[in-house]
Each structure stands twice: as structure tokens, then as C-alpha cells.
């Protein structure tokens, strides 16, 4: 499985983005997505997650300011950013859990400036 992700950029606090991650390849055998983001100096922390069936799960640091979504094929995730932060700044990474392990997409940077 191959990820693209995109939509990463430049926007001003309170702004709004939206990310999204093509998948190719074997896209058949993936059970969920999940964006996750890295700050520097900081770790790699899942934000939120959709599984095939549809439930999301989300960090406290964006509930209720970002949605995730994917279409019914599952060949692409969205992540709805709202309300951002310079907290929120980071590059953010696509993720999916596949019946053969986990893939990862190549980043896209997201800065939030004040």
C-alpha cells in the first residue's frame, strides 16, 4: 500500500485546513486510517482515527476541531482541521492499518502562525 498525503501549508491562527491521503496498491486489505502528527522535538502521536466500519477516535488535543473521514472504497482519508493553533503545527502523516501491518504516507507540514 502507498500513501500520498497533501494539503499540508501555511494559514493564520483560527484558519482551517484540509489534508488528505490517497491510498494505491492493495487497498482492499485496509481495516482503518489514522493521521498522525510530529512536532519537533516532540514524538509521533496518533489524533485521530476511522476504521473501515466507520467509528473515529480522536485525541483530546483536536476533538471538536478536527473531523477525519475517508470515502466508502477506502482509497482516500481526509483530515477537516478547524480552529488551528501554532499548538497544532507540525507535519502530519497518513496512516493505515492493513491486514499486512501498517504503511505510512511521506508527511506534510502544517504551520499555524499567530
Known amino acids: 500500500v502507498q500513501l500520498q498525503a497533501s494539503g499540508g501549508g501555511l494559514v493564520q491562527a483560527g484558519g482551517s485546513l484540509r489534508l488528505s491521503c490517497a491510498a494505491s496498491?492493495?487497498?482492499?486489505?485496509?481495516?482503518?486510517f489514522g493521521w498522525y502528527r510530529q512536532a519537533p522535538g516532540e514524538n509521533r502521536d496518533l489524533i485521530a482515527r476511522?476504521?473501515?466500519?466507520?467509528?473515529?477516535t480522536y485525541a483530546d488535543s483536536v476533538k471538536d476541531r478536527f473531523t477525519i473521514s475517508r470515502d466508502k472504497g477506502m482509497n482516500r482519508a481526509y483530515l477537516q482541521m478547524n480552529s488551528l493553533t501554532p499548538e497544532d503545527t507540525a507535519v502530519y502523516y497518513c496512516?493505515?492499518?492493513?491486514?499486512?501491518?501498517?504503511?505510512w504516507g511521506q508527511g506534510t507540514l502544517v504551520t499555524v502562525s499567530s
Open positions: 476511522i476504521n473501515r466500519r466507520g467509528p473515529t
Open positions: 496512516n493505515t492499518e492493513t491486514l499486512w501491518g501498517h504503511y
Open positions: 496498491g492493495r487497498t482492499a486489505g485496509i481495516n482503518a
